[in-house]
């Protein structure tokens, strides 16, 4: 028995200062109930209909008057009660009986899937997700009409509320993953968590590494394509970044472009995406280290060539560069912040201006502008935002190195590099998998993008040496 | 104490690069220099008769079971070839590629890379392995451009071999052997417990020894006797004397190819005594921090010429009783152990 | 605090570093240096390509000095930036000097890690001054004229592929003698020209050439050529012109006589009798060929018996097979005891695109 005072006293207390709060006294035969809702999160026309069932059903005096397609009949307490203001529903109070039923119609704001800005794509779907979590199961169920896909839903963030979201396919999922997902899901103590950033911060395994131990996507087919290959989706409310794990260094540079085109054409660029993530990391150390330590490996005609271009810069090439790279970043920088339009012209200024004046003026040698810029290509060609981050924040270190040390400052960090890389893991998976641990007949996947169905055959007609045409056929 | 585990596969990369790492630049010329011509043959020889040794490790491996003292004694032994190694590595580096930076700072940085991946999981070092692969592939190709220069005549007249020959040849080539006892250490990790059949041991000894037989072949027949009597690094040479239009100086990869080698090789000797310290002791993160400066500051005496030499040669002592005479006295120590054991 | 305090030790210690740094604008690649005198006063000249020194002139330095590192330090006195010799194109010794000791010479460049193995040797007629001189009228190819020239003959089979590395190999084997490319200045328009290969008797030139037909042949006879091996006579006042497609080479040996056999496939290239499908017509041709091709072979034979200079390599196979003819150390007195023929069969297997 809940007592009326409590209720008013409780709603005084934390709802007094929102003026969309709405409680209204209501007598339903003789009995007083309290409909509470927030006015800017329901449409008034769909819960007036539940409402007006509910209270027909209720008058008529049925048993189960709170149960209707769009509602809950629950006994209250004010943790509930509040959650579900929060959330948008309507609750109707009833002070005698100590129940309450919820009205779960919340009309929650939310943008059509438009294809997402930061991962496009040639070919393929240009749908992307949404800050509604609902429009992206939606979306996920389109693509993959499956009774496996598992939804789990935990409430975190004591003041946010924040609904975290797990999907998998029952059938597919990494199992011991998905525990200990749940486990860390479960530690996390946090008043307000609202973002996906947030979160991954509580989930990951080692949080200083540099490299993202999730992937993010805004891409439905993407998300779909890991949730079939065994991996776990999580979504935080409200964002549209699906978090997916546990994931391995080689899934970074996977795009959903690889499927969408060719065999050999996927193949072909998939390998060149592999070869940028070398470039970006050493291209600039590599460069350094050649030129202020081992020139003699130049060919004679090359090094004239190098040795004309660097001979009237005043600074020595690790400050020629971080400069370069400086300006790199700052273009970058600048041109996000800025609307579409306006951001292409700062990256011409910046890039062909900036870059052809310093030239000029003498600061950095032609060379050294080729370098930081097709490193700052290289950088780009990664199909995930973090991974590019991460790639462009590591050549600092090598650069450094290279300046002090050489090729043997670039030998000991890519070693250092490889170790951090082993000893990282995603949901306790290993990081560096197939390679580490070794499995030579998965390796190929790795670099090429083998036919997605090659077991099976397309016509068994012209010939029949194959075994598996020969079985079919008999 | 955590448990681990490997894979055949993990095992025989983990011995490949722990017996080839450091030393599989200077064998070639050791061994030519001892025994001319002939060395490929001895060579064969001496890798068959570790073929038979490592059977006998892997059929009695369950014997071999180290007290304290047998176990401090085989660290010592593992951290002095570690010494021995970083001096050599500092000291072809210095010749090579680095005349003026300090000793103490390039050993330190190898054994920074040695210190953090043995404080890291166990993967780490049963893996790591894994990254010299290409490399491995990379340098047989760069070996491959030198097969137009090989002069056939060199390799005769072979198969007259005096006892002479035969005294320092097999000396010499038991460098390419050192840190057989490494398979008895890992053997009883091996997974499931499965038995590990005579046809892969011999697989992973013909590979080695294909090895290490075409490197000798290699520099038996591009280089003249007296020139390789002057050049202790052979393979290096070798490489430097190759022309690739774009690229000058080979050797220098190649260097750091080798350095990568070394180092993880390193990082296995060291990992090897760690794991025997872990088995005596729970605690082992300060000794981890301990030994590793130990070992940077140890090679630091002996990077002069001759001592690099010498302190090799000894090693060819360790490896006769470490590789070889103790683990079978101890085999038959714990044999006979498990004879009076059934007997009661 | 224990992190604090190591991560300043890091600092100070990697602060101080770039030991090895040696940056590229600061250095003065030389392609080409040139020795004459003798050791203990050598003189050298070293070429400086203008774009090195970031003026448009080509220069070069005349030093004077007791040996080739003493003449490295001298230039460097000289030249406001460092000078590093690891892209040396090629190194020319003028005759008198090559007479002297040839290792003398090389040594430093074996020693320094540094240095590049894969430059050329040319031994020149006379004073080499005028030949680095030259680089003043190479234009741009200044980096790499004499290793080009070099290159282009072996091409042509004229030369050996002989470097740096392989010059020392056959200078410590005793088994083999070197032969390197012997070049002049043309009396007629002073260009530096090649005249043939100079031939040295272990460690010393002998004074002796072959002339680049001469040489040709050699190549032949090594069963070593390039990618073409051109050779012209004339039969009969009708020039032939042939290349040799293959080359097929036995040896026999009857104690110290040894006879060369050579089965070579030629391709005509220049025959203006044509009607080569005629049998008899061919088979003359042949004997043409054959005749004047072992009567050359013989003459090389001999010059290269009268200079002791066993550029075939006799004494390698002598080694490997013959131990009876073979001994250590003794070579260099063994090798003019040995009779040599050389005995050719030749086979017309094309004619080009004309019968």
Request: proline residues 4%.
């Amino acid at each position: 028995m809940v007592s009326y005072k409590e209720i008013v006293e409780s709603l005084e207390n934390e709802f007094s200062q929102a003026f969309d709060f709405i409680a209204k006294e209501l007598v339903w035969n003789e009995e007083h109930v309290i409909l509470c809702y927030y006015s800017t999160m329901i449409d008034t026309a769909v819960v007036m209909e539940q409402l007006q069932t509910i209270q027909r059903k209720f008058e008529a005096g049925e048993a189960e008057y709170g149960q209707t397609a769009f509602s809950e009949e629950m006994t209250f307490t004010i943790k509930q009660f509040r959650e579900s203001i929060c959330n948008g529903e309507t609750v109707i109070v009833f002070p005698k009986t100590d129940k309450m039923i919820r009205i779960l119609l919340p009309k929650i704001a939310s943008r059509e899937p438009s294809s997402p800005e930061n991962e496009y794509v040639v070919r393929g779907g240009h749908d992307g997700f949404v800050e509604n979590l609902d429009v992206n199961i939606n979306l996920i169920r389109k693509k993959l009409k499956s009774p496996d896909l598992k939804i789990e839903k935990h409430t975190i963030g004591a003041k946010s509320n924040t609904t975290v979201s797990i999907i998998y396919l029952t059938t597919k999922v990494d199992n011991e993953a998905l525990k200990v997902l749940k486990a860390r899901l479960d530690r996390i103590e946090a008043e307000m968590i609202y973002s996906s950033g947030q979160l991954e911060d509580y989930l990951e395994d080692v949080i200083w590494s540099p490299f993202p131990q999730f992937l993010n996507t805004e891409r439905p087919d993407r998300a779909v394509a890991n949730l079939v290959d065994g991996k776990i989706i999580i979504f935080s409310d409200s964002d549209p970044t699906a978090l997916i794990g546990p994931i391995t260094l080689f899934t970074f540079y996977e795009s959903p472009d690889d499927f969408n085109g060719r065999v050999l054409v996927g193949s072909f660029y998939r390998l060149v995406r592999l070869a940028s993530f070398f470039t970006a990391i050493f291209l600039p150390a590599f460069y350094i280290a050649v030129v202020s330590f081992h020139f003699e490996i130049m060919p004679i005609d090359l090094g004239e060539q190098v040795k004309s271009s660097v001979a009237n810069i005043p600074f020595r090439p690790i400050f020629e560069a971080l400069l370069l790279e400086l300006l790199i970043e700052l273009i970058r920088e600048a041109s996000i912040r800025l609307p579409s339009p306006i951001g292409q012209t700062i990256g011409v200024v910046g890039g062909l201006v900036i870059g052809d004046a310093i030239v000029a003026a003498g600061l950095a040698s032609n060379l050294m502008v080729i370098v930081v810029a097709s490193t700052a290509l290289a950088s780009f060609v990664v199909p995930s935002v973090e991974m590019n981050t991460t790639v462009r924040l590591l050549r600092f270190p090598f650069m450094v190195l290279a300046s002090m040390f050489g090729f043997f400052g670039i030998v000991i960090g890519s070693m250092l590099l490889f170790i951090h890389l082993l000893n990282l893991q995603s949901l306790n998976r290993p990081y560096l998998s197939p390679i580490i641990p070794f499995e030579p007949t998965k390796i190929k996947s790795i670099f090429f993008r083998l036919p997605y169905y090659k077991q099976v055959p397309q016509q068994r007609n012209f010939y029949l040496f194959s075994k598996k045409g020969k079985k079919k056929h008999d | 104490m955590t448990k681990w585990t490997l894979s055949n596969k993990q095992l025989f990369l983990f011995l490949f690069i722990l017996q080839t790492g450091t030393v599989f630049i200077s064998v070639q010329s050791r061994v030519i220099k001892a025994a001319e011509q002939n060395s490929w043959l001895i060579f064969i020889a001496v890798s068959l008769f570790h073929l038979f040794i490592l059977h006998i490790f892997n059929k009695y491996y369950k014997y071999f079971q180290l007290n304290k003292f047998e176990k401090w004694l085989y660290q010592i032994y593992w951290y002095t070839i570690v010494v021995t190694f970083l001096a050599y590595i500092d000291f072809i580096l210095e010749v090579w590629a680095f005349p003026q930076t300090p000793a103490y700072i390039v050993i330190s940085l190898m054994v920074i890379v040695s210190l953090y991946a043995n404080l890291s999981k166990y993967a780490v070092a049963l893996n790591i392995s894994v990254i010299l692969i290409p490399f491995i592939v990379i340098f047989l190709a760069m070996l491959s451009l030198a097969t137009k220069d090989l002069i056939w005549t060199n390799l005769f007249p072979f198969g007259q071999i005096d006892s002479k020959q035969w005294i320092d040849g097999v000396g010499q080539t038991m460098y390419a052997f050192i840190g057989i006892e490494a398979f008895l250490i890992l053997r009883p990790f091996v997974e499931d417990k499965k038995e590990l059949k005579f046809r892969s041991i011999a697989l992973y000894q013909l590979i080695l020894t294909l090895f290490f037989v075409i490197t000798i072949l290699y520099v038996l027949l591009f280089f003249s006797l007296e020139e390789i009597k002057i050049i202790p690094v052979t393979i290096m040479y070798l490489l430097k004397s190759q022309e690739i239009t774009f690229l000058q100086r080979l050797d220098l990869f190649f260097t750091y190819i080798w350095m990568t080698w070394s180092v993880i090789s390193v990082v296995l000797f060291m990992f090897l005594g760690l794991s025997l310290y872990k088995t005596m002791y729970t605690r082992s993160i300060k000794f981890t921090v301990f030994i590793h400066f130990l070992v940077s500051i140890l090679p630091l005496f002996l990077i002069t010429r001759e001592l690099v030499k010498k302190s090799h040669d000894i090693l060819m002592y360790g490896h006769y009783f470490f590789g070889l005479l103790f683990p079978l006295f101890i085999m038959l120590k714990g044999w006979r152990k498990s004879l009076r054991e059934k007997k009661v | 605090m224990k992190k604090k305090f190591s991560i300043i030790l890091l600092v100070t210690v990697l602060l101080s570093g770039c030991w090895d740094e040696r940056l590229n604008k600061n250095i003065v690649s030389v392609p080409m240096v040139a020795f004459d005198g003798e050791v203990g006063h050598l003189k050298g000249y070293y070429g400086l390509p203008g774009k090195q020194r970031n003026t448009t002139e080509y220069s070069y330095i005349t030093v004077d000095g007791t040996s080739i590192e003493d003449l490295r330090q001298k230039v460097d006195l000289q030249v406001n930036e460092g000078i590093d010799l690891s892209k040396l194109s090629s190194i020319l010794i003028s005759d008198e000097l090559a007479e002297k000791e040839l290792y003398h010479l090389l040594d430093q460049y074996y020693r320094n890690a540094r240095n590049r193995l894969n430059t050329y040797l040319l031994v020149t007629e006379g004073d080499p001054e005028p030949f680095i001189k030259f680089g003043e009228k190479m234009g741009d190819d200044v980096n790499n004229y004499y290793s080009e020239l070099v290159q282009g003959f072996i091409h042509k089979s004229v030369f050996p592929n002989i470097d740096l590395q392989l010059a020392c190999s056959y200078l410590m084997d005793e088994a083999i003698d070197l032969t390197l490319p012997y070049v002049k200045i043309s009396s007629e328009n002073g260009v530096p020209e090649v005249v043939g290969l100079a031939l040295f008797d272990g460690q010393k030139f002998t004074g002796k050439t072959l002339n680049h037909v001469e040489s040709l042949l050699l190549q032949v006879m090594k069963d070593k050529i390039g990618k073409y091996a051109n050779v012209s006579y004339i039969d009969n006042e009708v020039p032939v012109s042939f290349r040799i497609n293959r080359i097929k080479r036995m040896m026999k040996w009857e104690g110290t006589t040894i006879t060369i056999d050579y089965r070579l496939k030629v391709g005509i290239m220049e025959y203006y009798e044509n009607h080569l499908l005629d049998e008899n017509r061919k088979k003359k041709l042949e004997k043409f060929i054959q005749e004047k091709m072992t009567s050359d072979m013989e003459k090389v034979v001999e010059i290269l018996h009268e200079s002791n200079t066993d550029a075939l390599g006799i004494g390698r196979i002598a080694r490997a097979f013959h131990p009876d003819v073979f001994k250590e150390k003794k070579w260099k007195e063994i090798y003019p005891t040995l009779t040599i023929i050389p005995k050719v069969q030749v086979e017309i297997t094309d004619t080009g695109v004309l019968d």
